[in-house]
């Protein structure tokens, strides 16, 4: 018989409810135990979800952050919060964000950990950190809590934990400290952990080392030999889970390591299937994921019975089925949307519904197609509908990729010559100021979209109250001194979801919600066919807002790389095809945007290093296709034209040459979490455009000191000429208030005035 499992379960709920009860719990507005018993009740649900399943996971769900929850386990935690006052939660919410819910003074304020994207996806991780003096120390408590309460469902409990050989590659070594020499402790823990399973009763345990679909330097395959052969003393079972590519040349070597089952991402690495079989020893136990946990397609399942079936007849009971990852990525219930156009429902399936396909093949493969005869029949029908549709496909978008041409992805001069003429026109002053984008976006705001949305207010009643708050933002703006403004996007609900709801080829959900990180949730769009324009989308706002002041308005536009990877893409074409048609439409709204008089264009490319490959042997492929939509985008402007581009939470030191060749005037950063490491690429690299370092960690409610401010620019002065060097937040402002955001923009201002008046000293 075919076993069935999930990897992990979407944590953030139906409706959101693990955000809210965040946002309460931070603003004091609930108790510890009430947010603890809110999280009590979600994982309930959640495993009744997955009941269906032969065995649920326990530990995938987190108030924040899994790889946050494993430093806590493992007791790795910054000295700089170790000593304060407060419970443990307090300090988990001190590395997560800054601080906790009772830290009014400064002394109890911290930097928060330093967060990147987790692999190739837009969910941000909590960074470990690693020194030579790091010690771990279990605390698995929260873990076995967790366990009891799936126990209490009497269903199987198969505990989920990362992998001790990924938890170290996923970590920063902040004093030069080799993150390996640290492994032998920390498999001590480890096995320590697995004792303390094993003696509650566990028989299975996931351990997560997704690195295995990586390129691995000798080092780090010695270690995974080590830790599995030094973890196998430890009688309990271990499903070892890798997901997001191929294994290739590390295929033997998982095959290899003395665990007791291999889970394989059946999507990515479905050619490698047959070898993994041929190489695993037959007292093994193989996982695949079948279904897809990034998307939400439907998936066709005659098709995948079709390879299946010769599998399960070779292995019997050896086989097992789950999604091919955790479905943190995918929203939760498809069953929420009420106003999803009726084909297009038929062709998706969310968290809940993959559950149920890994139950239906499951069926099948144990008691016969025919058993499932009618799902097969629906299931058909919808595959079949998508294929056969003809709203996927505009001929006119077609013809218009084939008539791009080099000329359209060149400026008219290079950088040194532009800027000449770009600083005569803006007579901007050294360390000129700047935001990201959006301003705090407010209950009202959001309250007076939804009533516009559901037909309580008129267009033009809408159109006036976005008006009156872009002209708050401006006067706001001016009041503080920044340089070069925005119109604060009011009017604007996502970055990637306002823009797709004004081209062809998109749908939207209503529900569909995805956790980005801690409480922070996107709502991805669905690309389910041909990208194209009709019309203007930001001039009318921007045009408004510049109307307001004398100083410089920036645009604000998402580029053609993000708008891809944050949304759910279709996949019967390339993802580079669908690039250049969103390139060819947000390149429609940049000439717009001049030719209404807005003379400095952000084109945001916040997710552009998130779709790197996860083997650096095929990124190549993947940056000559991206870099090019970047340029077709925001090359068909003048000279005087400055173009900026904004890129947050992600290494740059591998990719600077790609960067480089985007070729845009002006890039922002963010480097506030990582005290400006990440400019020592763009020093190596001698990268030769405008920099923005973000100074204001936005993500955390802190409001940074004038004195912190001026240190990191100081240092950002000693790799990149002050020339060329801009002042501004790392992110937008939307999830700040007023409340923090002006004190942090003043203070801002004020480094920057500082900056500008030494740097005037020291040159006279």
């Known amino acids: 018989m075919v076993t069935t499992h999930s990897l992990g379960f979407p944590r953030i709920g139906r409706k959101r409810e693990l955000k809210f009860a965040l946002e309460k719990y931070w603003k004091g507005e609930i108790s510890e135990q009430a947010l603890l018993e809110i999280a009590i009740e979600l994982r309930a649900q959640h495993w009744q979800d997955q009941a269906g399943l032969d065995w649920i996971p326990a530990g995938d769900f987190s108030l924040y952050d899994h790889v946050l929850d494993t430093s806590f386990m493992l007791g790795n935690i910054p000295a700089r919060v170790s000593g304060l006052p407060g419970s443990a939660i307090d300090n988990y919410f001190r590395v997560a964000r800054g601080r906790s819910v009772n830290d009014d003074s400064a002394s109890s304020c911290v930097n928060a950990g330093e967060m990147t994207k987790w692999f190739d996806t837009n969910y941000h991780y909590i960074v470990p950190e690693f020194e030579k003096n790091t010690c771990f120390s279990l605390n698995s408590s929260h873990l076995l809590e967790q366990i009891q309460q799936a126990r209490e469902t009497r269903h199987q409990v198969k505990p989920v934990i990362l992998g001790p050989v990924t938890y170290l590659w996923l970590g920063k070594s902040k004093d030069g400290t080799d993150k390996l020499d640290l492994l032998d402790d920390l498999l001590n823990t480890y096995a320590q952990l697995l004792h303390e399973l094993e003696n509650s009763g566990i028989e299975w345990v996931q351990i997560d080392e997704p690195i295995l679909v990586m390129e691995l330097a000798a080092e780090w395959k010695h270690a995974l030999r080590k830790a599995y052969y030094q973890l196998q003393a430890t009688p309990i079972k271990l499903l070892l889970t890798t997901y997001f590519g191929q294994l290739q040349d590390n295929l033997q070597l998982a095959c290899e390591l003395p665990v007791d089952g291999l889970h394989l991402d059946a999507i990515t690495a479905k050619d490698e299937i047959a070898k993994v079989i041929d190489w695993l020893p037959t007292h093994k136990t193989l996982s695949l994921g079948v279904i897809n946990g990034r998307n939400i397609w439907k998936t066709d399942l005659s098709a995948t019975l079709d390879w299946l079936e010769p599998i399960a007849a070779r292995l019997q009971e050896r086989l097992w089925l789950a999604p091919s990852c955790s479905l943190l990525h995918v929203p939760v219930d498809l069953d929420n949307e009420q106003r999803l156009d009726t084909d297009i429902q038929s062709w998706l399936a969310f968290a809940v519904q993959k559950l149920n396909e890994v139950e239906v093949l499951a069926k099948a493969l144990n008691h016969g197609r025919e058993s499932v005869a009618e799902i097969l029949q629906e299931n058909y029908v919808a595959i079949t509908s998508r294929k056969q549709s003809k709203r996927a496909h505009q001929a ?232 090019r939509a970047f340029r077709i985008t925001a090359n068909g402007v003048k000279d005087e034209t400055q173009i900026h581009t904004h890129m947050c939470y992600s290494e740059f030191n591998d990719i600077m040459e790609a960067i480089a060749q985007m070729d845009a005037d002006v890039i922002t950063i963010e480097t506030s979490r990582s005290d400006m490491e990440l400019l020592d690429a763009f020093d190596q690299f001698q990268y030769p455009n405008e920099i923005g370092p973000g100074v204001y960690d936005i993500h955390s409610p802190n409001i940074p000191s004038v004195e912190s401010i001026i240190h990191l620019m100081e240092k950002a002065a000693q790799r990149i000429p002050a020339e060329r060097l801009w002042v501004n937040p790392d992110c937008g402002l939307k999830t700040r208030n007023w409340e923090e955001v002006k004190p942090a923009l003043r203070n801002m201002i004020a480094a920057s005035r500082y900056l500008s008046s030494q740097a005037a000293r020291n040159a006279g």
């Open 396 to 627: 006119a978008v077609k013809a218009r990729v084939l008539e791009i041409n080099e000329a359209m992805g060149t400026r008219q001069s290079p950088y040194h010559q532009r800027t000449v003429v770009q600083r005569k026109k803006f007579q901007l002053p050294l360390f000129p100021t700047t935001t990201i984008g959006s301003f705090p976006q407010t209950q009202e705001i959001r309250q007076t979209r939804h009533d516009y949305r559901e037909g309580k207010l008129t267009e033009s009643e809408y159109r006036q109250a976005m008006q009156n708050e872009i002209k708050r933002c401006v006067q706001e703006q001016e009041a503080l001194g920044l340089d070069v403004l925005v119109h604060g996007e009011p009017e604007r609900n996502d970055m990637v979801e306002y823009f797709g709801e004004q081209l062809s080829g998109y749908a939207f959900t209503q529900f569909g919600w995805v956790q980005s990180y801690g409480s922070r949730c996107v709502k991805p769009p669905i690309i389910f066919g041909d990208i194209s324009q009709s019309q203007a989308i930001t001039t009318e706002w921007i045009q408004y807002a510049q109307s307001l002041t004398e100083k410089p308005m920036k645009g604000m536009l998402t580029g053609p790389v993000t708008m891809l990877n944050w949304s759910f893409v279709r996949d019967d074409q390339s993802r580079a095809d669908t690039c250049v048609q969103l390139a060819l439409a947000i390149r429609d709204e940049v000439i717009a945007l001049e030719k209404a008089g807005i003379r400095i264009i952000q084109i945001d490319e916040a997710a552009l290093r998130e779709g790197l490959p996860l083997r650096k042997s095929q990124w190549n492929t993947y940056l000559d296709w991206a870099i």
